[in-house]
Nanobody, 123 residues
Framework: VQLQAYGGGLVRAGDSLRLSCTAS????????VGWFRQAPGQEREFVAS????????ICTDSVQGRFFISRDNAKDTVYLHMNSLRPDDTAVYYC?????????????????WGQGTQVTVSS
């Protein structure tokens, strides 16, 4: 049972990145998936989450209008599209899966976690 997040990198402020999250060994399409991030010395924080069908999404205020989450259940992949990146978006980004089909901001409600991908935004 494994989630894998990838697509991170070093970019400049204002650039865009798309992160991807795939799963192996577990069902993906029937469950909500979320993205979280953790900057050095800080707690892991919620970024965005999407329901199993993709019909509804939520995100944290600091990324509203810049990031959006989507999924392609045929490919068992969830994406985090990040636009207008800022230096304070620098963090390790993790994807995680719930046992529910509905999204949540609470990281304690996510059971399976990926290993994270580093996003670094230079000014």
């Amino acid at each position: 049972v494994q989630l894998q997040a990838y697509g991170g990198g070093l970019v400049r402020a204002g650039d865009s990145l798309r992160l991807s999250c795939t799963a192996s060994g577990l069902t993906f399409s029937q469950y909500a998936v979320g993205w979280f991030r953790q900057a050095p010395g800080q707690e892991r924080e919620f970024v965005a989450s999407i329901t199993s069908s993709g019909i509804s999404t939520i995100c944290t205020d600091s990324v509203q209008g810049r990031f959006f989450i989507s999924r392609d259940n045929a490919k068992d992949t969830v994406y985090l599209h990040m636009n207008s990146l800022r230096p304070d978006d620098t963090a390790v980004y993790y994807c995680a899966r719930r046992r529910s089909n509905w999204h949540s901001r609470n990281k304690d409600e996510y059971v399976y976690w990926g290993q994270g991908t580093q996003v670094t935004v230079s000014s």
